[in-house]
């Protein structure tokens, strides 16, 4: 049995006449919202909070590149602070200590569809006045307290509608979300170039438009995101059943996600199922063998980057971040994958535990 880590094929297939109408629509007319990528709407708000060199922005070394790298391309600097060893996310506790007089920003990430935890954030930003900027490319919809939504606790929240992510386009997209209406006509200015109008340019922007049959296809999928991320839920559901019941969990074997509200019914939408792993490269190879996909997010911590080294970190500075580095594997979670794949999957993970 193949057990690919994604499958857009099965994905795509039932939608196919909708997707191919969406694009006929587009060639017939045109409309573009939100920003050619999650990396471009990261720097698109990093620019309109105009946060450039000799600022610093707070945020995690465990995420994708794109979180901290929009900050140095500013000519600012990324202060990393450590995570929760369980949520992944950044450690609230931990901001403070990094904020100096020249922090601009915080950029908390909800990663793997998870929320960070916001309301002490959001309060430590409100007392030393800095901005926040959610980076929210992988929790579209993910619930934290009272309801509220990733990327809309704060001015400014980043998603990305890149094809993994639980809704994306067809190739690269984004989208900011602001509540600040002078923020989002800044946003809009700076998108095409920073001009308004045409060919009048205020500030130097770039081209951070949103393709149209990128934004026709994502109004073609937007009705299923519920849907698919309550498939991902119910597999995340079924794997957690499978390696409690196999003991693999009381055993240590292997470490599921951490649910901090699993109260909410969106608490954590699975746009990645990462458990931990005693021996994770061995497993994931594995699982290779036995034509299983699977990811490791992420291998090198953003301050141990080669890019970054002139930050000075080393090893051991984010304990953290490094272990989760070390033992995370993310499994197949697609909404489309079937309950006999992920008992093939289970099996193949006791398989390793008892060789
Ligand atoms: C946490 C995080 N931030 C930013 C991005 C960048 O988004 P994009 O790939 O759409 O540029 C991603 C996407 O992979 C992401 O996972």
Known sequence: ???????????????????????????RSHFAVGMSSGTDALLAALMALEVGPGDE??????????????VARLGATPVFVDIDPSTYNLDARAVESAITERTRAIMPVHLYGQCADMDPILKLAARHDVRV???????????????????????????????????GALGDAGMIVTSDDVLAERLRILRAHGAKPKYYHHVVGGNFRLDALQAAFLNV?????????????????????????????????????AAAYDELPHGHIFNQYVIRARERDLLQRHLRQRG?????????????????????????????????AKESLALPIYPELTEDQIRYVAAAVREFVDR
Request: with cysteine.
């Open 57 to 70: 922005v707070v945020t995690t070394p465990y995420s994708f590149f794109a979180s901290a790298g929009v």
């Open 221 to 257: 999928k937007l009705p299923h995101l519920d849907g698919w991320t309550r498939g991902r839920q119910e597999n995340a559901q079924r794997y957690g059943t499978l390696f409690r019941e196999t003991g693999l969990v009381a055993q240590g074997a292997v470490t599921l996600p």
């Open 133 to 167: 900027v959610e980076d929210a490319a992988q929790a579209i919809g993910a619930e934290y307290r009272d309801g509220r939504r990733a990327g809309s606790m704060s001015e400014i929240g980043c998603v990305s509608f890149y094809p993994t992510k639980n809704l």
């Open 292 to 324: 299983i996909g699977t990811e490791i997010y992420y291998p090198v911590p953003l301050h141990l980057q080669k890019c970054f080294a002139s930050l000075g970190h080393r090893e051991g500075d984010m304990p953290n971040s490094e272990a989760a």
């Open 1 to 27: 049995m193949n057990v690919p880590l994604l499958d857009l094929g099965a994905h795509h297939g039932p939608i196919e006449t909708e997707l191919l109408q969406a694009m006929t629509r587009v060639l």
